[in-house]
């Protein structure tokens, strides 16, 4: 078992930057993947970007690439997501997962998920 608590989210204007924290707790943080998904009001969770579990790989939505940056601290057992050039379009629910995998990028694939944390970004 693999508990997820999400942090950071917030209200911010266009332009603006967020860093989420993802710290997990319970099984070994370093053997899953992990992977930040979004869900807005009336549509399906997406997928926003994920991070292998040697922090080797990355993988990025195109709507957000170059513009967030997925890491995890080991030591701490926490992942980020740093968000910079935040747009309207990004407001949502953003949730943390983790998968017993080398990398993921579909839901199905997640095993565990924390309970999210709003962004919400006005223009």
């Known amino acids: 078992q693999v508990q997820l608590v999400e942090s950071g989210g917030g209200s911010v204007q266009a332009g603006g930057s967020l860093r989420l924290s993802c710290a997990a707790s319970g099984r070994t943080f370093t053997l899953y993947a992990v992977g930040w998904f979004r869900q807005a009001p009336g549509k399906e969770r997406e997928f926003v970007a994920a991070?292998?579990?040697?922090?080797?790989?990355?993988y990025y939505a195109d709507s957000v690439k170059g513009r967030f940056t997925i890491s995890r601290d080991n030591a701490k057992n926490t992942a980020y997501l740093q968000m910079n050039s935040l747009k309207p379009e990004d407001t949502a629910v953003y949730f943390c997962?983790?998968?017993?995998?080398?990398?993921?990028?579909?839901?199905?694939?997640?095993?565990?998920w924390g309970q999210g944390t709003q962004v919400t970004v006005s223009s």
């Open positions: 997962a983790v998968a017993r995998q080398w990398i993921a990028t579909s839901t199905y694939e997640y095993d565990y």
């Open positions: 991070l292998s579990w040697s922090d080797i790989n990355t």
